[in-house]
């Protein structure tokens, strides 16, 4: 993490609004330009050269349904109630495709997400598989993360709905597996001092060994070599389909909010009250940073906002509304057993990198020098797991 005491000379990318500051590993090219701003280039150089040499809409659909032949289901869709989900589920309903969708509850949704994701159910008619996570084993784990200090506290969970959407995609044979993320509204990746990586099943089991109280029996979870094993064998095809369409986020919500009655929550990614609290209070109140600020570059890169305009909204307050962050904070508080002394303690307690826990990195490293071994195996790799 930064240290923000320092007398650091602040240095601003020239075309999108990220600095050096707030992001400590930001480089500049000699125009100025950021590499953010540069990997979007990239990125979307590469996607149109992919689109050129066939890989559009058409064909994207097409290797779908080819891939599901007499499966009940073309694809799995995980869906929390935002934009991106939502309206990647209207779309597929337009192509006519068949999804299975799956939504991971932690305990923490607002009714608002809840009447969201009812209105894709009625709008598609697609089937909704739900895994509710103990919530006394999994607040045990969110606890162990605040008591470690790190930045991502959502890391459990965003991998526990990766790991339910490969759990479920496995259960049914789909190897299709449709994702929201996108290139023109949420780039590349985060600046890496504000995440982790969300695959470290190693990161949280040692985080929790270390702080928790009880046994993780239930979490979603796959062995790193079961992970390994998907993606030497490419058993499941992660699509992010919307980098096939022009997709404007501002007429994307026009639409479901006129054909699902979807309803806007304020932020993204506040369809959880957790979420919400998380990225408008914690992280800018403790750690220093502000998502919008990537997320907001994100759109200049993609023109859908001016930089003009993103610094104005920059300008506003991270949280909604006062009243709404007095409430979420009594919430959260109550919900977590914090009382207003811990709760101080912890917004005042020192900062910790993910990396100062058992973490992926040095797996990895073992995986990449015996992954040429193991190609050649892949059809024996596939034999034995698929035996399980």
């Given at each position: ?346 917004m005042s307690a020192p900062i910790h990198k993910h990396t100062d826990y058992p973490n992926m ?28």
């Open positions: 993490m930064p240290d923000y005491k320092e007398n650091k000379e602040m240095k601003v990318c020239v075309r999108c609004i990220m600095d050096n500051v707030n992001d400590p590993d930001l480089v500049f090219d000699e125009r100025g330009i950021c590499n953010h701003c540069l990997n979007y280039e990239r990125e979307v150089a590469q996607l149109d050269f992919l689109n050129s040499k066939g890989q559009n809409l058409d064909s994207v659909f097409a290797r779908i349904k080819e891939s599901s032949k007499g499966k009940k289901y073309d694809a799995v869709l995980g869906v929390s109630g935002g934009v991106d989900s939502t309206y990647l589920a209207y779309l597929a309903k337009k192509m006519g495709l068949k999804l299975l969708l799956v939504h991971c509850d932690n305990g923490w949704n607002s009714e608002l997400s809840v009447k969201n994701i009812e209105g894709i159910i009625q709008h598609t008619g697609f089937d909704l598989h739900t895994i509710v996570l103990d919530w006394e084993e999994f607040k045990d784990i969110q606890l162990s993360f605040f008591k470690a200090g790190v930045v991502d506290i959502e890391l459990p969970y965003d991998y526990a709905l990766v790991a339910s959407i490969y759990k479920v995609a496995e259960k049914h044979g789909i190897s299709s597996l449709l994702s929201g993320h996108n290139l023109v509204t949420e780039g590349t990746y985060m600046p890496k001092s504000w995440r982790h990586d969300k695959l470290d099943i190693i990161n949280i089991k040692a985080i929790h060994k270390l702080f928790g109280k009880r046994k993780m029996k239930t979490f979603p979870h796959f062995s790193t070599w079961r992970m390994s094993y998907y993606s030497l064998t490419k058993k499941f095809e992660n699509i992010r389909l919307l980098n096939y369409v022009k997709y404007d986020k501002k007429e994307a919500k026009d639409i479901i909010i006129k054909e699902m009655g979807w309803r806007d929550y304020g932020g993204k990614h506040y369809e959880s009250v957790f979420t919400r609290f998380y990225q408008g209070y914690i992280l800018p109140q403790k750690f220093h940073i502000d998502k919008r600020q990537f997320h907001y570059s994100v759109l200049i890169c993609s023109g859908q906002i001016t930089r003009e305009e993103a610094l104005e909204e920059m300008k506003k307050p991270t949280y909604p509304n006062p009243q709404m962050l007095k409430e979420d904070t009594e919430y959260v508080k109550k919900k977590l057993g914090f009382t207003d002394e811990t709760f101080a303690q912890y990195e040095v797996y990895w490293k073992q995986y990449y020098r015996v992954i040429k071994i193991l190609v050649p195996f892949k059809f024996i790799l596939r034999a034995i797991f698929e035996r399980k």
